[in-house]
């Protein structure tokens, strides 16, 4: 119980009248792999940037080590407001990738990197750069460290995105739909960082549609349906037995055109 | 008729024209410095999710914006003294005009700059965890400025132009200096097509400066 890094209690979202996340209780152990899948607008994406505060829940408790972020509006309110300095903390400790990778543009690839150490962890800059260095070798892009994101393909941007997000050394790395905005080809190259990743024994949490990925990679397999878990298991389970009508729905659209 | 244009008596003050070109130089730098400090001010205020912060720094742009700047002027140099029984000269109360003023459009300018940059980088910073004070330094303004850097140098070319209403609380910038000229030369077509000229020299040599700086700021794109 007391192991779990980052745990959620009746999480809940509302953008306005859209109520996105209704109730969703769930810690992250150490070393765990969890795919989650859904279909569009199940709200998967919200729930995992939910943990690391880049939407702030409407409603419900996140807790980091035990330690119950942010604090009541009022003694009688169940909605909470959240101090700057409490998230960043969680952040640092939160790595996050990006759909859209969201790299820096008017930093080189090596400065992406140094940022959140040089300005965040406040390291000085030769040690920075040897600590970027490192992660940039890690995602086989030593060769690319002096040149700008806009002269990168989309798979190499999303690289530099994971070792900018490693170098700050995160608990938890989640990936939001890490591959969706790649080109078929360059699917791979990404997938097999994050495999790697998942090799050193790395805590992550990852929103795909990559089905046959998560089921290699994950340890717990989430299905996201209407705001909530609807289905939770072992990849085996989850993915090839399923046993909610829903997942099996949406398992099925997938297989509509395998070959 | 034909008109004899005769620049010899014009030219021969050339020292009073020129003298007028470095006061208007050095009026509109003084103004651009601190019209950037206020519209930068302002413009925080502006995007500020309180209320009680932005719903004054929009007032005081929209007032600048929908007032003509001699307004401006003749409203510092003429009603302060009588109503805080401070009296400026001419030269600070143009000053306080030119980057009241300006400071209202360059907020504007600023605004439009920094929510122009994409959602993705403010999340791409928040995710590493940095506060909003860093995120904006680091991350926001440097890609904001180079986006307002061409509306930028735009209002400064306007303010420097605007620097001549300064003449008329007798500053002696160069439209001032022209018409000290003119009373003694008597040749309006002269003096007037000279500082001209000099308005001229001096903005085109301002913005070949502004291609420079904004060829080597967007280098990375």
């Keep these: 119980m007391s192991e779990s890094i980052l745990r959620v209690s009746n999480l809940q979202k509302k953008f306005g009248s859209l109520h996105v996340l209704r109730g969703i209780d769930f810690a992250v152990e150490p070393g765990e792999r969890v795919a989650i899948i859904g279909g569009s607008g199940s709200g998967k994406s919200t729930f995992l940037r939910c943990l690391n505060f880049m939407e702030i829940p409407t409603s419900g408790t996140v807790e980091l080590d035990g330690k119950t972020l942010g604090r009541p509006i009022s003694d009688t309110s169940d909605v909470r407001q959240y101090p700057e300095a409490e998230l960043c903390q969680v952040r640092e400790r939160v790595g996050m990738v990006f759909q859209q990778f969201n790299l820096f543009p008017h930093m080189t690839v090596v400065e992406n990197v140094m940022e959140g150490l040089v300005t965040v962890k406040r390291m000085k800059k030769p040690q920075a750069r040897e600590r970027a260095l490192t992660e940039l070798r890690k995602v086989g892009l030593e060769e690319k460290v002096e040149v700008y994101p806009s002269r990168l393909s989309g798979g190499q941007q999303q690289r530099v995105a994971i070792a900018r997000a490693l170098a700050m050394e995160p608990e938890i790395m989640l990936f939001d739909e890490p591959t969706s905005s790649l080109d078929p080809e360059l699917v791979g190259e990404v997938l097999r960082v994050i495999r790697q990743l998942a090799d050193e024994g790395r805590t992550m949490l990852l929103v795909t549609h990559e089905l046959g990925f998560a089921y290699h990679f994950a340890t717990k397999v989430i299905f996201l349906a209407d705001g909530v878990f609807h289905e939770v298991g072992t990849p085996d389970q989850v993915l090839k037995n399923p046993v909610q009508e829903k997942t099996r729905t949406f398992l099925n659209r997938f297989s509509e055109f395998s070959f | ?221």
Excluded: C
């Excluded at chain 2, 500053?171 to 001209?196: C, G, H, K, W």
């Design chain 2, 1 to 221: 008729m034909t008109y004899q244009w005769d620049f010899a008596p014009v030219l021969a003050r050339f020292d009073l024209l020129l003298y007028g070109l470095l006061n208007t130089v050095k009026i509109a730098l003084i103004s651009i410095v601190l019209g950037v400090a206020i519209g930068l001010l302002l413009a925080f205020l502006r995007l500020s999710p309180k209320r009680i912060l932005s719903i004054p720094a929009t007032a005081f742009i929209e007032f600048y914006r929908n007032t003509p700047p001699i307004v401006h002027f003749f409203w510092f140099f003429y009603a302060l003294p009588v109503l805080m029984n401070v009296s400026l000269d001419p030269f600070v109360a143009a000053v306080l005009a030119l980057s009241t003023q300006s400071g209202a459009f360059y907020a504007e300018v600023f605004r439009g700059g920094i929510v122009s940059v994409e959602q993705g980088q403010w999340e791409g910073a928040k995710a590493l965890g940095m506060g909003r004070a860093q995120l904006m330094r680091r991350i926001i303004l440097p890609q904001a400025f180079t986006r307002m850097f061409p509306p930028f140098v735009e209002r400064s070319f306007e303010l420097t132009k605007t620097t001549a209403l300064a003449s008329t609380l007798a500053y002696a910038d160069l439209l001032y200096q022209a018409m000290m000229v003119n009373s003694e030369t008597f040749r309006p077509l002269e003096v007037y097509t000279t500082i001209a000229l000099m308005y001229v020299v001096l903005l085109v040599a301002a913005s070949s400066l502004a291609r420079v700086a904004e060829a080597r700021m967007t280098a990375y794109r």
